[in-house]
């Protein structure tokens, strides 16, 4: 099984900071990776496919790079609705054994 | 816009039985794979069953596998989720998913979510 490992846990940052958040394999996963959003009392949305192909809806402020085993997202400049929790996703193996990495919640500061 | 509606969950006694379902709308249900997620509370995400758009081949996690069942009805454009032999551990949000494989070699990432069903495993 291929482990995903977010950090940092927990984010504090204020509307408007630069935040960056990492996501790492345990082994390579070429650029098969998938980042989520998720709000308290919802379900996740797809923000970042392909590790850097942004889904058409997603604001420009969010973006994914990386490939391999380190993977990064970051929002340019946090907006209050971006307050939430953030999970990276593999899908590199098949058949099918999706991982998630533990994710990192992003709090006001 | 694709919609994804739950329905099913519930408390259940350990050792008991659910079904979940999952109506989607708006897609060409058969030309998608479709996944199962669960959030066990306050934890994060762990997937649980994938099946082809074909509904030919499924997937699951060991954690489920010779408990779970899933299935699809392409005619009926509906997803379902049996589960058996139900123990605590199971309780969680089960959410269901459209999969996309955006390469022949690799699985699936979710694109769209239903929203989630809540299955309590207790006495």
């Known amino acids: 099984e291929i482990v995903m490992t977010q950090s940092p846990a927990t984010l504090s940052a204020s509307p408007g900071d630069r935040v960056t958040l990492s996501c790492r394999a345990s082994?390579?996963?070429?650029?098969?990776l998938a980042w989520y959003q998720q709000k308290i009392g919802q379900a996740p949305t797809l923000l970042i496919y392909?590790?850097?192909t942004r889904v058409p809806a997603i604001p420009a402020r969010f973006s994914g790079s990386g490939s391999g085993t380190e993977f990064i997202l970051t929002i340019s400049s946090l907006q209050s609705e971006d307050f939430a929790v953030y999970y990276c996703?593999?899908?590199?193996?098949?058949?099918?054994?999706?991982?998630f990495g533990g994710g990192t919640r992003i709090e006001i500061k | 816009e694709v919609q994804l509606l739950k329905s099913g969950g519930g408390l259940v006694q350990p050792g008991g039985s659910l079904r979940l379902s999952c109506a989607a709308s708006?897609?060409?249900?058969?030309?998608?794979?479709m996944t199962w997620v669960r959030q066990a509370p306050g934890k994060g995400l762990e997937w649980v069953s994938s099946?082809?758009?074909?509904?030919?081949?499924?997937y699951y996690a060991d954690s489920v596998k010779g408990r779970f069942t899933v299935s699809r009805y392409n005619s009926k454009n509906t997803l379902s989720l049996q589960m058996n032999s139900l123990r605590g551990e199971d309780t969680a949000i089960y959410y269901c998913?459209?999969?996309?494989?955006?390469?022949?070699?690799?699985?699936?990432?979710?694109?769209?979510w239903g929203q989630g069903a809540l299955v309590t495993v207790s006495s």
């Open positions: 392909d590790a850097s």
């Open positions: 998913a459209r999969s996309i494989s955006s390469q022949p070699s690799a699985s699936y990432y979710l694109d769209s």
């Open positions: 082994q390579s996963v070429s650029s098969n």
């Open positions: 996703q593999q899908y590199d193996t098949w058949p099918p054994a999706l991982t």
């Open positions: 099946i082809s758009g074909s509904g030919v081949i499924a």
């Open positions: 708006g897609i060409t249900f058969s030309r998608y794979a």
